[in-house]
């Protein structure tokens, strides 16, 4: 599976596709502190193609009065700025304000979650997203294993009918704490949904640094047929710290390479949640390196670093 081709680019700030084909986006996660339409501005004029967009209190509330209205403007917003678009669930406090993530699917009443991801589910619809993307969450102390597991499956399966009802592909992150951390994770959990073909994977660059055993293009070449999302950050082994490009340990050539030798097409966002404090900034160079690394990839050559 992977995402849809692109759509046509607007503005002066767009480049053109990268030697490799890819198409960068940029996670609003990393603009907090901006009002979502000058965030989108931003994204589009420093040459960005896509935009992954986390639904939070200040970025598309999906609990807010005048959902549709509001839906119907930032669709509107994404076309004439040229960018195509994934939905990103993993706000922080929106469910809970004093409580990170929670509730998650793995909590005793995760009615919340659910209906928020099955909501994530048709605003992405409606903006016509490439794809939806979630995570399990991290285990509560007081819930067993198996316990913990099985809300999982029963909170995902509801998810990926919503999903399916609408048409739109959904990604599963794995991500370092929770209680689907790696790729294996991922695989036994879409068996234990029975292998719906709308049961994608996100993949998170740095993630697979962090914690996956295998090299990173490996990792990419591994889940190729079921990549509907990609992340992209810099890490380091045994870390899990969103860095910007070149303070890691990541050869991002070979990455890109890899991305685009196996057919994907979807966006390559960059997740940098931390970095609000500088977003145009960091937000530039971030695509400068993306692009010097992309050229390097097409040329088969090593990593620049910073």
Known sequence: ??????????????????????????GTNGFANHRLPDALAVIADLGYQGVALTLDHDHLDPFTPGLARRV???????????????VETGARYLLDPWHKHAPTLLHEDPARRVDFLRRAVRIGADL???????????RPPEVPP??????LVAGCATVCAEAEAVGVPL????????LVEEIAGW??????????????????????????????????AAVAD????????????????????????IDFPPVLRAVADVGYRGLVAVELPRHSHAAPTVAARSVEFLHAAARTAEKGGGAPRT
């Open 1 to 26: 599976m992977t995402g849809r081709a692109a759509p046509g680019a607007a503005g002066a700030g767009h480049a053109p596709l990268r030697p490799t084909g890819l198409r960068f986006g940029y």
């Open 226 to 249: 079921h990549l509907v999302n990609v992340q992209i950050d810099d890490m380091r082994r045994g870390v899990h710290e969103h860095l910007e490009f070149g303070a890691g340990e």
């Open 128 to 138: 016509g997203a490439e794809a939806v993307s979630c995570w399990a969450g991290v």
């Open 171 to 178: 990604g599963f992150e794995p991500e370092p704490g929770m």
């Open 187 to 220: 695989r036994r959990l879409r068996a234990a949904l029975g292998a719906p073909p709308g049961f994608g994977i996100t993949l998170d660059i740095g993630h697979c640094r962090c914690l996956e055993p295998a090299p990173v293009p490996d990792c990419v």
């Open 72 to 86: 119907a403007a930032v669709h509107r917003r994404l076309a004439a700025l040229g960018l195509a678009v994934v």
């Open 146 to 151: 198996a316990v913990a597991w099985d809300r």
